[in-house]
């Protein structure tokens, strides 16, 4: 018996004195070995860690791209700016190149931010063609204002 009692579907073996050459794995309630350390045989790792000795420390997140993050804000107020007789188009096209320059720099770099840059490339081309197409509607039309004569 071990002090305290061992808790009903506890994870921790029975603690097993007798000498090395006599122990026997360790055996989870189905059967299957437990996983020990290589410093601590015959007792597993705490939940949620892996074995002593194994694994990395995780990476330091990746920094953000900042013309990743200026290709989408320019982008977006390019689409705003759709509203002033399609302005916004060129605005548009300068965020979309400035998404260009930031994946190009993100590939060379490593920085995050990949999906900012691409989501200002997709923003800003659309901003664009909006924008093209509503200055030549508004061309057609005063081109087609200009030609009605009135009595």
Not at 55 to 79: F, H, Q
Not at 82 to 111: D, F, M, N, P, S
Not at 126 to 139: E, N, S
Request: charge should be negative.
């Amino acid at each position: 018996m071990t002090y305290p009692p061992q808790q009903p579907g506890s994870n921790w073996p029975e603690p097993n004195w007798a000498a090395p050459e006599q122990q026997q794995p360790p055996v989870d309630q189905y059967g299957a070995g437990i996983p020990t350390s290589p410093g601590y045989p015959g007792f597993p790792p705490a939940p949620g860690y892996p074995p002593y000795g194994y694994g990395m420390p995780p990476a330091p997140p990746a920094s953000t791209n900042g013309m990743a993050i200026a290709a989408l804000i320019v982008s977006i107020v390019g689409v705003l700016g759709l509203c002033a007789y399609g302005v916004g188009g060129v605005v548009g096209a300068v965020g979309a190149i400035l998404g260009h320059v930031a994946r190009k720099q993100i590939r060379q770099t490593g920085e995050g931010g990949d999906g900012l840059a691409l989501a200002g490339i997709i923003v800003g081309w659309i901003a664009t063609a909006i924008g093209v197409i509503a200055i030549l509607v508004i061309a057609g039309v005063v081109l087609w204002a200009s030609t009605q004569t009135t009595y």
